[in-house]
C-alpha cells in the first residue's frame, strides 16, 4: 500500500480523500530543505532520531540533554531518546517518525510503538554500511517518496561538486556573509574560496560576484538568508560603511552601530547581485538563536514575536525586479506576510516553517493565503528536511490540510469544482515554485 492511500485511509470525508489522492500522487518539487547531496538519507536510524525536534521535545519533557550528546555512540543516543518517546508520542511530529518507520521499514507501529523494546530492531533495519547499500537506499527513497527536485541550502564557500543537480539544486545560503562577517573564519573562508584578497568594501563586493558566478554556473536557483527578527533591511550608507567593513574584514572589534552597518552593507549588496543575475532572494524571517543555551543541538533557538515586515518595506520598493520568497517563523506573523504578499508584486508568501509548521497552523494560515493572495504568489510548502526520509511525512501532513481546506472552503462553500480545486492546489505545490525558481535568462 502506497504512503498515499495509508493517509487516505484515515480520511472519513469522501470528497476530501478524492482530492487528497490526487494532490499526493503528484511528484513533489521541495524548494527548501537542509539536504545533504552526499548522503541524503539516512545511513543509521540515529540520523532519523536525532533530528532536533526529537531531541529537544524530549529534552522538554525531562530527558537530560547528555543522553544525546553527540560525542554518545549513535546506538546508544538512539536508545536513550527511545526511553522518552512515549511521552512525546502525542505530537505531529512524532506521526513523521511513525511514518518513516512503517512506510521505509516496514514497522508495525500498532502491535509495537516504537521504544526501547523496538529500537534495536529499527536500528538494524535502517543501518547502510557500504556505499553501494547507501546509494540503493537513497534511490529508493527517492523513488518511494516521489520526488523530483529538492532545493538545497549550500555554505557560501561549498565547492557544489559530486551530486546531480538536476535532483538536489543548489542554493546560496548567505547567513555567514551577512552576520558572521566579522568573525576570522568568516572572512579567511571568503578569501579561501574565491582566491581573492577581499582587504575593502570593493575586494568584498568582487568576491561576491565570484560567489554569485560559481553558484549559477553550478545550477542555483535562489540565494537564501535567515535573518534576526530585529534585523532593519534599509539601504546602507556605503561611504560610512567602509571603514567597519574593512574593520570587520580584518577581525577588529565594532561598536553595535558598526555592527549593524556591516550587516545592512552587506545584505544589500547581496540583493544587488540577486537583481543583476535574476536569482529569488529567499527571505526567512524570526528566529531568535541561543535563547535556552543549556538545550539540545539544534533546540536552543525560539521565534520572537516582535518582528514586523515594514523592517523590509524600502527592500521591496528598492528592488521590484527581485523576487522574494517569505517565510516568517511566528505563527502570528502570517497575517502581515498576507497583507505583503496581497500588496508588493515581488512578495511572495512561501511555505510553513519551523514553529508554525503544525497542522492548526497551517490551516488557519493556508486559508488566510488562498482567500487573500494572488494565486500565483503562493508557494504551498517547503520540507526543510535534513534527511530525504523526512520529505514524505512532511508533505502528506501538509497535503491533507490543503485537501481538507479546498473541500470545506472552496467545493462545498464556493461551489467549485473539484478540478477546479485541484488545479488551484496544482499551481500553489508545483507550478509556482517551478516557475519562481526557473533562473531568468
Known amino acids: 500500500m502506497s504512503a498515499a492511500l495509508l493517509h487516505a485511509d484515515t480520511i472519513s470525508d469522501a470528497l476530501t480523500r478524492r482530492l487528497f489522492e490526487v494532490i499526493a500522487s503528484w511528484p513533489i518539487y521541495d524548494p527548501h530543505s537542509h539536504i545533504n547531496p552526499h548522503a541524503p538519507a539516512a545511513r543509521r536510524f540515529d540520523e532519523i532520531l536525532g533530528y532536533h525536534y526529537y531531541t529537544e521535545l524530549a529534552h522538554s519533557a525531562g530527558m537530560p540533554a547528555e543522553l544525546v550528546d553527540p560525542a554518545l555512540d549513535p546506538r546508544q543516543r538512539s536508545r536513550n531518546l527511545a526511553g522518552w518517546l512515549d511521552r512525546i508520542d502525542n505530537t505531529v511530529q512524532f506521526s513523521w517518525l511513525t511514518e518513516i518507520a512503517r512506510v521505509f521499514h516496514g514497522f508495525d507501529d500498532v502491535h509495537a510503538p516504537i521504544g526501547p523494546d523496538t529500537i534495536d530492531l529499527l536500528y538494524d533495519h535502517a543501518l547502510k554500511e557500504s556505499p553501494a547499500e547507501a546509494n540503493a537506499w537513497d534511490d529508493r527513497v527517492w523513488t518511494t517518496t516521489g520526488l523530483e527536485a529538492v532545493f538545497l541550502t549550500n555554505d557560501f564557500d561549498d565547492p557544489l561538486e559530486g551530486w ?49 558566478d560559481r553558484f549559477v554556473s553550478k545550477g542555483a536557483r535562489a540565494c537564501a538568508i535567515s535573518l534576526p527578527p530585529d534585523f532593519q533591511a534599509v539601504a546602507p550608507d556605503v561611504t560610512r560603511a567602509a571603514t567597519p567593513i574593512r574593520r570587520a574584514l580584518h577581525g577588529l572589534e565594532l561598536r553595535p552601530d558598526e555592527a549593524r552597518l556591516v550587516q545592512q552593507t552587506v545584505f544589500w549588496t547581496l540583493a544587488q547581485f540577486c537583481r543583476d543575475y535574476r536569482l529569488p532572494f529567499d527571505l526567512m524571517i524570526g528566529p531568535r538563536r541561543d535563547v535556552y543555551p543549556a538545550g539540545v543541538a539544534g533546540g536552543r533557538d525560539l521565534y520572537d514575536r516582535r518582528v514586523s515586515l515594514h523592517d523590509y518595506h524600502e527592500l521591496f520598493n528598492q528592488f521590484p525586479d527581485v523576487t522574494f520568497p517569505i517565510s516568517t517563523l511566528a505563527p502570528d506573523a502570517a497575517p502581515e506576510l498576507v497583507s505583503y504578499a496581497w500588496i508588493f508584486p515581488n512578495v511572495v508568501a512561501m511555505g510553513h516553517w519551523w514553529y508554525s509548521n503544525l497542522p492548526a497552523f497551517i490551516a488557519t494560515d493556508l486559508r488566510a493565503k488562498l482567500q487573500a493572495v494572488p494565486q500565483t504568489k503562493i508557494v504551498g510548502y517547503y520540507s526543510d528536511a535534513y534527511k530525504l526520509e523526512f520529505i514524505l511525512p512532511k508533505f502528506r501532513m501538509f497535503q491533507r490540510v490543503l485537501a481538507e481546506v479546498l473541500a470545506e472552503d472552496w467545493v462545498r462553500g464556493r461551489g467549485w469544482s473539484e478540478e477546479r480545486a485541484l488545479g488551484l492546489a496544482e499551481r500553489i505545490m508545483r507550478t509556482n515554485p517551478k516557475r519562481l525558481f526557473a533562473r531568468g535568462e
Open 164 to 212: 546531480d543537480t538536476s535532483r538536489y539544486v543548489p542554493c546560496l545560503r548567505t547567513d555567514d556573509l551577512v552576520l558572521k562577517l566579522d568573525r576570522p573564519t568568516t572572512s579567511e573562508r571568503l578569501r579561501n574560496t574565491t582566491n581573492l584578497p577581499v582587504e575593502d568594501i570593493e575586494g568584498l563586493k568582487n568576491a561576491l560576484g565570484v560567489l554569485f
